[in-house]
């Protein structure tokens, strides 16, 4: 409780010091759902396989490795596969239909087209594996509408990490303090904060739509 106070806190002293003209958006679990576990249900798996291929793949250390897109995806695949060698079918299986555990919400394009009819720039800031992306593409339609985004994968940093804060900053010329960031991590937004962004940890569009209000986001 005393970290969320704190993160108000800051996010209050910027919308003194600057008025907001950015507003980025995490991508998953934001604008759309990464529904792994229930496609990994839908796979018709025991619950012993279900819990062997979760942990090789989603749950394991390897997966921010996958965000981050410096190894390639053959070597990510054999890491995988290591941890759980008797259920390569499975992970296989998972691996070759990632893109089915995302879809995107239905308030995602309304939204930000009505930031941009607003005059707001409109920015993605994500964690997103190359081969994901390339499986999702239709669902991330949006992106091509946005004025600006960076994916982990192009970047080879995952957020938290500075670098990657830094690099939409950089490409795009953006000013810290004129940019809020939404995202359902609460690391991230602390991050975030740390270079000088206000910060909305996202739980639904609602009480975001408040909070950025509480900004002077309309």
């Known amino acids: 409780m005393a970290q969320a106070g704190r993160t108000l806190f800051i996010a209050m002293e910027n919308k003194e010091k600057s008025i907001i003209k950015n507003v980025v958006f995490d991508v998953g679990k934001v604008l759309v759902d990464f529904d792994w576990q229930g496609f990994l249900n839908s796979l018709d798996?025991?619950?012993?396989?279900?819990?062997?291929?979760?942990?090789?793949?989603?749950?394991?250390?390897?997966?921010?490795?996958?965000?981050?897109?410096?190894?390639?995806?053959?070597?990510?695949?054999?890491?995988?596969?290591?941890?759980?060698?008797?259920?390569?079918?499975?992970?296989?299986?998972?691996w070759?239909?990632?893109?089915?555990?995302?879809?995107r919400y239905d308030y995602a394009v309304s939204w930000l087209?009505?930031?941009?009819?607003?005059?707001?720039?409109?920015?993605?800031?994500?964690?997103?594996?190359?081969?994901?992306?390339?499986?999702?593409?239709?669902?991330?339609?949006?992106?091509e509408k946005v004025d600006g985004?960076?994916?982990?994968?192009?970047?080879?940093?995952?957020?938290?990490?500075?670098?990657?804060?830094?690099?939409?900053?950089?490409?795009?010329?953006?000013?810290?303090?004129?940019?809020?960031?939404?995202d359902d991590n609460r690391s991230n937004i602390i991050a975030a904060n740390q270079l000088g962004m206000a910060t909305i940890h996202f739980h639904t569009k609602s009480q975001a739509e408040e909070e950025l209000k509480s900004l002077g986001v309309e």
């Open 149 to 182: 985004a960076i994916f982990s994968y192009e970047v080879h940093a995952t957020k938290p990490e500075i670098e990657i804060y830094e690099a939409l900053l950089k490409k795009y010329q953006l000013e810290p303090t004129e940019c809020v960031f939404l």
């Open 113 to 143: 087209e009505s930031l941009q009819e607003k005059g707001y720039g409109v920015y993605l800031l994500s964690n997103y594996p190359r081969r994901l992306y390339s499986q999702s593409i239709e669902e991330l339609s949006f992106v």
């Open 45 to 94: 798996l025991s619950k012993e396989t279900y819990e062997k291929v979760a942990n090789a793949t989603v749950l394991s250390d390897l997966w921010n490795e996958f965000d981050r897109s410096r190894m390639s995806d053959e070597e990510i695949l054999e890491g995988f596969l290591e941890k759980a060698p008797e259920c390569r079918a499975e992970i296989m299986n998972f």
């Open 96 to 103: 070759d239909n990632l893109g089915n555990s995302i879809k």
